[in-house]
């Protein structure tokens, strides 16, 4: 399933197709969260690169509708990876770029 949510219109273009997005991405997070069933990292013991990738994508859809993230397995993993230690800071600091918008100036959503 390809999700996006990015919107080439208005603010409203953008309100209107918020919950098929939102409903698609909870899809995706389940198998997410599937893949992920007990294990630390989705390659097992140690972290890689398609942690990264999948965290990214669960955090955007987290802080656009807050609630999304409903598996405990994958609120586990979300807090494992804003623990890191070189992470920590960017993830807790108000002043990092954390805060910008999640896709541009234009966006209708932060």
Request: charged residues 25%.
């Amino acid at each position: 399933a390809v999700v996006s949510t990015q919107s080439t219109g208005s603010a409203k273009d953008f309100a209107a197709n918020k919950p098929a997005a939102v409903a698609t991405a909870k899809g995706v997070i389940q198998q997410f969260s599937e893949a992920l069933g007990e294990r630390q990292f989705f390659a097992g013991d140690a972290i890689s690169c398609t942690d990264f990738w999948i965290f990214e994508t669960i955090d955007k859809f987290e802080r656009l509708e807050p609630g999304t993230l409903e598996q405990d397995n994958i609120l586990r993993f979300r807090k494992r990876i804003m623990s890191l230690p070189t992470l920590h800071k960017y993830f807790t600091d108000p002043k990092s770029s954390r805060y910008l918008p999640l896709n541009n100036k234009r966006a209708s959503f932060k």
